[in-house]
């Protein structure tokens, strides 16, 4: 069946660091798929997602591109911030259900 | 302000007591469903609902049913809890059911069941 996988964490960096945060999928069909960022104590609020090979998607800075030879779904930002520590989640849908298929979750510490 | 609210936010109860968790949603959304999230696991789907009366299983139902008898609401009910359901959970809705729908989540309900 469709899967997602991301990178393990915790990932800790420091403020105005690069950060890549890998994700992959498995899936049959053209799925479109999502970043969603989960901060302590709240819900997941989604933070972009592509719908088709090669868009990009992006928002507050994050960007990641549908790469379809790779399946791949990489999270990127040039510079984090101590307010980008969260959990970060991939995910996919498929159209089975309007079911979101989740990766494990990356969880990302930004320090001063 | 458009949210999906859950009730309550958390709660520890014990084995085998009936309970039920609240989920409503003010956007008019003909989609919604619920997740449970556990360590290493990510969130998984447990029920879903594409409209009033019509509900489905997701990949994890067992030990849970819910009800759609109005479109903002979404109860999901633990008939007899058991540890193994201790665990985060989330309620989401959507505008439809299609795939690039991006979906509005609670901010969860975390359960304890001893």
């Known amino acids: 069946g469709d899967s997602v996988t991301q990178m393990e964490g915790p990932v800790t960096l420091s403020e105005e660091a690069f950060l890549t945060i890998n994700c992959t999928y498995t899936?049959?069909?053209?799925?479109?798929l999502f970043w969603y960022v989960q901060y302590p104590g709240e819900g997941l609020q989604l933070l972009l997602k592509?719908?088709?090979?090669?868009d990009k998607g992006s928002n507050k800075g994050f960007e990641a591109t549908y790469r379809k030879e790779t399946t791949s779904f990489h999270l990127e930002k040039g510079s984090v911030q101590v307010s980008d520590s969260a959990v970060y989640f991939c995910a996919l849908s498929n159209n089975q259900g309007g079911k979101l298929i989740f990766g494990q979750g990356t969880e990302l510490s930004v320090k001063p | 302000e458009a949210q999906v609210t859950q009730n309550p936010r958390y709660l520890i109860t014990v084995t085998g007591k009936k309970l039920t968790v609240t989920c409503s949603q003010n956007m008019n959304h003909e989609y919604m469903s619920w997740y449970r999230q556990d360590p290493g696991l990510g969130l998984r789907q447990i029920y879903y609902s594409m409209n009033v009366e019509v509900t489905d299983k997701g990949d994890v139902p067992e030990g849970y049913k819910v009800s759609r008898k109005e479109k903002r609401n979404f109860p999901l009910i633990l008939e007899s809890p058991s540890p193994n359901q201790t665990s985060l959970y989330f309620c989401?809705?959507?505008?439809?059911?299609?795939?690039?729908?991006?979906?509005?989540f609670g901010d969860g309900t975390r359960l304890s069941i001893l």
């Open positions: 592509a719908t088709k090979a090669d």
């Open positions: 899936a049959t069909g053209y799925p479109s």
């Open positions: 989401a809705s959507s505008q439809t059911l299609g795939g690039n729908q991006p979906q509005h």
